[in-house]
């Protein structure tokens, strides 16, 4: 197993913990910063392993496979785990993680017909937005912070959306057409 795959399957061990840490205050007055501390390096693993993939060439199926899947568990952990604590509400974590299913239900539509889509400059930023408004959100400091989480759930709301209809419009042909 290379080091790409260890990495990924370094990040799927350390959702439990994360969660474990973002929902049950372990250490009093630190838990928080733990599953920060952790949200933060799994979600740094996923941009590590792809580099030294493509830049190493040890791309794998199996890291085509489990790569994206990390994230997705990984992100969609800390969705349930906000709503869970009362930071986000129930009904953006469902548009969310809808959305990832759409997605994921296109690209095996387009890989049953041999054709791998790479995520688009949207998705890139839903997830990015994504990810600093999770880490703002378990920091929890109140004030302006409070603000500054608002307005990245929105924005991770929007680009949500915007990626969606982008990656439909794109693709359209996978399930019009039933072929690429």
Same mark, same amino acid.
């Given at each position: ?25 372990? @250490? ?5 910063? @733990? ?56 009904? @953006? ?88």
């Amino acid at each position: 197993m290379n080091l790409p795959n260890k990495l990924t399957i370094l990040r799927v061990l350390m959702i439990p913990f994360f969660v474990l840490f973002a929902l049950a205050d372990l @250490i009093p007055g630190y838990s928080k910063y @733990i599953a920060v501390a952790l949200f933060v390096t799994a979600s740094l693993t996923d941009l590590l392993d792809g580099k030294i993939a493509r830049k190493y060439n040890m791309v794998t199926n199996f890291g085509k496979f489990m790569d994206p899947l990390a994230d997705k568990l990984l992100v969609c952990a800390a969705l349930i785990c906000l709503v869970s604590t009362d930071r986000l509400p129930a009904w @953006i974590v469902i548009v969310i993680i809808s959305r990832e299913f759409i997605i994921s239900g296109f690209r095996l539509v387009a890989s049953d017909n041999g054709v791998v889509i790479a995520a688009s400059y949207w998705g890139k930023f839903k997830t990015t937005f994504q990810m600093l408004m999770i880490i703002v959100l378990l920091l929890d400091f109140g004030g302006a912070f409070d603000l500054l989480g608002q307005l990245l759930v929105w924005i991770s709301l929007a680009l949500t959306i915007i990626s969606l209809i982008d990656y439909l419009i794109k693709n359209k042909h996978v399930i019009l057409e039933g072929s690429i």
